[in-house]
């Protein structure tokens, strides 16, 4: 069972920037692909980012393109959500996600909070 903890989250203004991370525990941790997530009070959890075992190759929702960059350290088992131009839209509980393909995710952390004041 890998353990996914994420951190970084916090209060930002709008403009600002933050960067998430999410460790495994999994040794295995290369081997998998991994993604964010996010879920904003009353409304669905939504894919925002995606990238594969290989750091190959990355995918993300329209509403972040081009301001959030997905990365990942297979030396250290994190993977990175960076997060610039937050706007108040963007503010939701943050999750990481594992799964052996992109869009097959069975992992999940427990969250957390970004919230962006505008």
């Known amino acids: 069972q890998v353990q996914l903890v994420e951190s970084g989250g916090g209060l930002v203004q709008t403009g600002g920037s933050l960067r998430l991370s999410c460790a495994a525990s999994?040794?295995?941790?290369?081997?998998?692909?991994m993604a964010w997530f996010r879920q904003a009070p009353g409304k669905e959890r939504g894919f925002i980012a995606g990238?594969?075992?290989?750091?190959?190759?990355?995918i993300y929702a329209d509403s972040v393109k081009g301001r959030f960059t997905i990365s990942r350290d297979n030396a250290k088992n994190t993977v990175y959500l960076q997060m610039n131009n937050l706007k108040p839209e963007d503010t939701a509980v943050y999750y990481c996600?594992?799964?052996?393909?992109?869009?097959?995710?069975?992992?999940w952390g427990q969250g957390t909070q970004v919230t962006v004041s505008s």
């Open positions: 996600a594992a799964g052996v393909s992109v869009g097959n995710y069975n992992h």
């Open positions: 999994e040794r295995t941790f290369s081997n998998y692909a």
């Open positions: 990238i594969t075992w290989s750091d190959a190759w990355t």
